[in-house]
Antibody, heavy 119, light 110 residues
């Protein structure tokens, strides 16, 4: 059973950079899957941020593309999210998730981590 | 940008049937598969329907998905409603290299 776990600072200052890591266990990052980030502002809906394939190919939400970078770590059992120039509007629960290209759905999710942007 | 629109709220009584719609902003919604996720407060979403109408493992057959090309919309239907079905429901699809979610529908079972 694949498991994902997010980690990172829970508080980021305005204009700073939000950095999160997702550790993948119980399965390989290789395979026909996209490794994704999804966020949810308090009381709001789900917003897709972007994804990375094991080849390193990335796709980003058009609305966040200029501020987002998703990459793999050196050990390649984890992937990371960087979001620059954050504002209070970036306050959200951030989830990492696996998107299966085979079944075409988000089939495994992390528990989510709350990141608050505040001075 | 392809946008998915859902009603904000729906409510129905236990034992009844409810349908949640998800309307595509343009084009043909049947061009790409639609998925549905259930999210309970404080928890990550879980998939209930994938590829328009397939039930995820462990999801009861009270849940079903469909596509209506005439209205360019997808639907999630839950029959024999139970109080445990009360949750937020999100449709999700993709357009080229982008994924997108609908705005979500809060289902109240009262």
């Amino acid at each position: 059973q694949v498991q994902l776990q997010e980690s990172g600072p829970g508080l980021v200052k305005p204009s700073g950079t939000l950095s999160l890591t997702c550790v993948v266990s119980g399965g390989s990052i290789s395979g026909n899957n996209w490794w994704s980030w999804v966020r949810q502002a308090p009381g709001k809906g789900l917003e897709w941020i972007g994804e990375i394939y094991h080849s390193g190919t990335t796709n980003y939400s058009p609305s966040l593309k200029s501020r987002v970078t998703i990459s793999f770590g050196t050990s390649k059992n984890h992937f990371s999210l960087k979001l620059t120039s954050v504002t209070a509007a970036d306050t959200a629960v951030y989830y990492c998730a696996r998107y299966s290209n085979f079944i075409r759905r988000f089939d495994f999710w992390g528990q989510g981590t709350l990141v608050t942007v505040s001075s | 940008n392809f946008v998915l629109t859902q009603p904000h709220f729906v409510s129905e009584s236990p034992g009844k049937t409810v349908t949640i719609s998800c309307t595509g902003s343009s084009g043909n919604i049947s061009r790409n598969y639609v998925q549905w996720y259930q999210q309970r407060p404080g928890s990550a979403p879980t998939n209930v329907i994938y590829e328009d109408n397939k039930r995820a493992s462990g999801v009861p057959d009270r849940f079903s998905g469909s596509i209506d090309t005439s209205s360019n919309s997808a639907s999630l239907t839950i029959s024999g409603l139970k109080t445990e079905d009360e949750a937020d429901y999100y449709c999700q699809s993709y357009d080229g290299s982008s994924r997108m979610f609908g705005g979500g529908t809060k289902l109240t079972v009262l």
